[in-house]
């Protein structure tokens, strides 16, 4: 396990220097106050493998909320408190939120449910943690100061790249921690060790006992910032998918489709065109059975968490059930445009990606173009004397076509095209 003045320099060298001071500022204030607080989580990990994270996560033994209030007269700035769970959220004058929280011991009434809490010591906070990668902490108190807490054996388990739960219910008692292991195993290319995946396995189907928001909010990370298809052989290894989902594809089906979208997905993400985070429910759309029933759109409907996903999920049913591609031949840039001007370009990369449109990508590649810089705008055309009315808005659709098309022509010809039509 690394020095304590190890640590301290890593803190230094690798913290945006705004963060660094204050969590010395931090472990000045505890130390007078004789309190103990500590940076743990997802930062002390980050931190040890050398990966950026700006999620301060404190605990205190002791008070959270009172230390945040101590802080907030010290340095200014705002506290928002949740009394029933004794953590609190500070918000820094410089802008930069921290959460302080209690030490605790949670337990849980039931398997799944949400935790209740307890004050206790860092040891048992950490102990009722996730992995033990996650379990480790980081002492803030002045002459502590970088002093790493790792009573299970973290920091041995990052340099083995291994996952592992502290305890057999882990898994239990938390269903969506089995989605995290699949998270972490992706994004660091580590892998659960035997026990904890066997757990996992086994633990499975306590999942059907989670809300269909709390698996989405796991979902959305899984399938938008990691490998979707890792995800989902890791999803199958670990015969998840029947506590998931009761409308499914065949696995190799959905294999294909996520390939498809993942690769269009990356072909306009690596062309800078901004993309939804709701796309997170077009991969879990793939999972369903073609051609998609009502019960298949209600499920996925029901994992859906912001007016954005439902959105697009709707959207996506219009475009499926309106099925224009087969029927007509779209041509020019034109053609695609004349019919999906007015749609999301997420619907749309879902609609293409599964239709195997290659043309409609770069349709939307152009589309995005335009959208960064059209030619004519409105006042254009009144400058050349036409009359604003109902038509502007085809005529201005007419002007996209053109430039699309031909994005050569000239602005004062494109409006000279229309004016003579
Ligand atoms: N945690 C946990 N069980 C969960 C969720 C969180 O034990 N189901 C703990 C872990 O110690 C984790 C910390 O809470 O490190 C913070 O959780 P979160 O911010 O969700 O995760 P990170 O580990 O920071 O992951 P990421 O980097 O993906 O945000």
């Given amino acids: 396990v690394p020095y304590k003045k190890t640590i301290a320099t890593l803190l230094k060298r690798q913290l945006n220097p705004h963060i660094y001071e204050l969590l010395t500022d931090i472990g ?108 480790m902490g980081i002492c803030l108190h002045q002459s502590e100061f970088g002093e790493l807490i790792d009573y299970f054996h973290g920091y041995q388990d990052l340099l083995n790249k291994q996952l592992k739960v502290l305890y057999n219910l882990s898994f239990v008692e938390d269903p969506t921690r089995i989605l995290r292991a699949l998270r972490f195993e992706s994004r660091f290319g580590f892998t659960m060790d035997r026990q904890t995946e066997s757990l996992a396995k086994e633990s499975a189907n306590n999942l059907l006992a989670v809300s269909k928001p709390r698996i989405a909010n796991e979902l959305i990370r899984l399938f938008l910032e990691e490998n979707p298809l890792f995800a989902i052989d890791r999803i199958d290894d670990l015969g998840i998918l029947p506590f998931l989902l ?10 294909q489709k996520i390939t498809r979208l ?61 099925a224009s591609l087969d029927k007509q031949p779209l041509t020019a840039l034109s053609d695609w445009h004349h019919l999906f ?66 994005p050569d022509l000239s602005p004062e010809t494109i409006v000279k095209l229309l004016a003579d039509q």
Wanted: proline share 4%; glycine share 6%; net charge negative.
């Fill in 28 to 135: 000045r204030e505890a130390e007078q106050r004789n309190m103990h607080v500590y940076l743990i989580g997802g930062m002390v990990r980050d931190l040890l493998l050398g990966r950026a994270n700006e999620d301060i996560d404190i605990v205190v033994e002791g008070d959270g909320i009172l230390f945040a209030e101590y802080l907030q007269r010290q340095y200014g700035g705002h506290v928002r408190s949740h009394e029933a769970f004794r953590t609190a959220t500070w918000k820094h004058p410089c802008g930069l939120k921290l959460d302080l929280t209690s030490a605790r011991t949670e337990y849980y009434d039931f398997p799944a449910a949400l935790p209740k809490v307890e004050m206790s010591t860092i040891k048992e906070d950490l102990f009722r943690r996730d992995f033990t990668i996650n379990a």
């Fill in 246 to 255: 009761k409308n499914r594809d065949s696995f190799e089906s959905m294999k």
């Fill in 262 to 322: 993942a690769r269009a997905t990356a072909t306009l993400t690596e062309n800078s065109v901004p993309l939804s985070r709701s796309l997170w429910t077009a991969y879990l759309f793939c999972l369903t059975p073609v051609p998609a029933t009502e019960a298949c759109w209600q499920e996925v409907h029901n994992f859906c968490i912001s007016k954005e996903d439902h959105k697009l999920l709707n959207d996506l049913q219009a475009l499926i059930e309106g």
């Fill in 341 to 406: 001007a007015s749609m999301q370009t997420e619907p749309l990369l879902t609609y293409f990606s599964l239709v195997a449109a290659e043309q409609g990508i770069d349709y939307l590649l152009a589309r995005d173009h335009l959208n960064n810089g059209r030619k004519v705008a409105g006042a254009d055309l009144i400058r050349a004397g036409l009359k604003p009315g109902p038509d502007f808005k085809q005529l201005l659709l007419e002007a996209e076509k053109l430039q699309l098309d031909k």
